[in-house]
């Protein structure tokens, strides 16, 4: 069963320019999907959608976004809001800058317990150190009480992901949350974020532009390039034989995908530019 579909989702500049193509993809419950595409592809840009954030710069200006069923974009506002924020949740790519400063670690935490589920501040707190024990957090009445400063790049993902988890959403985005932080912790967060996902059957969209982790994390991806879908398909058999020359060239310029610490290869001229015709192409079908 899809948890979250979008369909033809069509988001633009206010002066016409596409940012996404009609865009389409699925997430079942409990499944992970990851969505790759090289840095300006628009992976975010899905992500700010589904959460109703977009920039305001951008307006979408068509599609659906179905969450279990129910179009967001026909809501009212309010109830919107209160839907994505209950069942929604994003562990977002930069940790430092995702926490206030001038907060305790502890409040960040409770807050979404306190606003979402209407929980009395104790019981958050019981609640908030039960989630960073579950997230392996060593002695989590401490780490409630510290400033992200006072922490590392790792414990303050494990705190985002403690906190995407709180209220027990039934999605959860994760936008490129391992590429702030370095190698070693890469591995373990990506091991935490698989282990959350499964003890609590949330459907995750796993935004990343590194086909080396996918094989790792998901079941199915959703290959973007220009805000257009090229490929979408299930990992096993992407890896196996992708189908598009972009997806190919992809694949062959991830160094090897076993391997966390070798670094991306660009994909070949030739192949981008026919990528980019052919994206040409479909807008102007779109135009017609
Ligand atoms: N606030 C913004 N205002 C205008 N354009 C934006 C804004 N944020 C992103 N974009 C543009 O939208 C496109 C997609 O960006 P984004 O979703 O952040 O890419 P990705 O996450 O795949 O790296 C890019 O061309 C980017 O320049
Ligand atoms: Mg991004």
Do not use: C
Not at 77 to 98: E, F, S
């Amino acid at each position: 069963m899809s948890y979250l579909t979008i369909k033809d989702l069509t988001v633009r500049l206010k002066n016409g320019a596409p940012l996404l193509r009609k865009v389409s993809l699925s997430v079942n419950a409990g499944e992970v999907r990851a969505l790759v595409g090289e840095s300006g592809a628009g992976k975010s840009m899905i992500g700010k959608a589904v959460l109703g954030i977009l920039p305001r710069a951008a307006q979408l200006t068509g599609g659906e976004i179905l969450l279990d069923g129910e179009d967001l974009l026909t809501l009212p506002p309010k109830q919107r809001r209160a839907k994505i924020g209950a069942k929604v949740a994003l562990i977002p790519q930069d940790p430092l800058t995702a926490l206030n400063p001038s907060r305790r670690v502890g409040p960040q935490i409770t807050d979404r317990l306190v606003d979402i589920l209407g929980w009395k501040r104790k019981e958050a707190e019981d609640r908030a150190v039960e989630l960073l024990d579950e997230v392996h957090i060593q002695s989590p009445d401490r780490v409630m009480k510290s400033y992200p400063h006072e922490l590392s790049g790792g414990m303050r993902q494990r705190i985002l992901i403690a906190s995407a988890f709180a209220a027990e959403p039934k999605l959860i985005i994760a936008d490129e949350p391992t590429t702030a932080l370095d190698v070693t912790v890469q591995k373990q967060i990506l091991k935490l974020i698989r282990e959350m996902q499964e003890r609590h059957d949330t459907a995750l969209l796993f935004v990343t532009h590194d086909l080396g982790v996918v094989s790792k994390i998901s079941q199915s991806l959703t290959v973007l390039y220009a805000g257009k879908v090229i490929e979408e398909t299930d990992v096993r058999t992407f890896f196996a034989a992708p189908k598009h020359a972009y997806s190919k060239a992809l694949l062959a310029a991830t160094p090897k995908y076993t391997d966390p610490d070798g670094s991306l290869m660009p994909v070949p001229d030739n192949i981008i530019s026919a990528v980019e015709q052919e994206v040409a192409a479909f807008d102007a079908q779109l135009t017609e």
